[in-house]
């Protein structure tokens, strides 16, 4: 059983890119929300996906957008991508918007650096 | 607002030793979960212990147990028998009520030693 898999693994971009990353959730999960981890830091929450909609969102600009397709998977796109930008980015699945369990699974995450 | 607290510097244990790992944290929410996991130089983020507000007992998951005070909002990771494969970053996280947004520590290094 795959869990959370998700491309690519590592990337580089120059300032004013755009990036487009990838999660395909754990089995049986339909709920997919993604993370910021700056270097040194804990993971920022960036929003979420439940049903192809975005349910719930963290504090980050308009650059940061995303989509789930009917089959669960979520992208992730930063335009306009800036220094600050650097980070790794984790993507988390879960059967349902409301975890109460522990049942919170997360992918090795996307490396970006933006120079 | 929710917020974690985790401001041990980095933590040394000699292997088979025990060790315990501090979080505090804040909410206004009656009910919430809390959270440890395990981040090792690969980036995933491997959990590890859910302890939700209203269990009456403390969580336990093998080798790992959480120290829940309710009253000093305090959740510590105690791992028993540490092994050189728990060198990595821990971080303490919390899920307020209906909510999916989870809220991270800023995590703590420990390092196993042989």
């Known amino acids: 059983d795959a869990g959370v898999t998700q491309s690519p693994t590592h990337l580089i971009k120059t300032r004013g890119q755009q990036v487009t990353l990838r999660c395909s959730p754990k089995?049986?999960?339909?709920?997919v929300s993604w993370y910021q981890q700056a270097l040194g830091q804990g993971p920022q929450f960036i929003f979420q996906?439940?049903?192809?909609?975005?349910?719930q969102r963290g504090n980050f600009p308009d650059r940061f957008s995303g989509h789930q397709f009917p089959n669960y998977s979520s992208e992730l796109n930063v335009n306009a991508l800036l220094l600050g930008d650097s980070a790794l980015y984790l993507c988390?699945?879960?059967?349902?918007?409301?975890?109460?369990?522990?049942?919170?699974?997360f992918g090795e995450g996307s490396r970006l650096t933006v120079l | 607002a929710q917020k974690i607290t985790q401001t041990q510097p980095g933590m040394f244990v000699q292997e088979k030793e025990a060790v315990t790992l501090d979080c505090t944290y804040d909410?206004?929410?009656?009910?919430?979960?809390l959270f440890w996991y395990k981040q090792p130089s690969s980036g995933e983020m491997i959990f590890l212990i859910y302890?939700?507000?209203?269990?009456?007992q403390n969580a336990t998951e093998g080798r790992y147990s959480l120290n829940f005070q309710k009253a000093r909002k305090s959740a510590n990771l105690v791992i028993s028998a540490s092994q050189l494969g728990d060198s990595a970053m821990y971080f303490c996280?919390?899920?307020?009520?209906?909510?999916?947004?989870?809220?991270f520590g800023k995590g703590i290094t420990l390092s196993v030693r042989p």
């Open positions: 988390a699945s879960s059967e349902g918007q409301e975890t109460n369990t522990g049942e919170l699974f």
């Open positions: 089995s049986g999960h339909d709920t």
């Open positions: 996906y439940y049903e192809e909609e975005e349910r």
């Open positions: 909410t206004s929410d009656p009910s919430y979960g």
């Open positions: 302890q939700g507000s209203y269990d009456q």
């Open positions: 996280a919390m899920l307020p009520g209906a909510n999916s947004k989870l809220t």
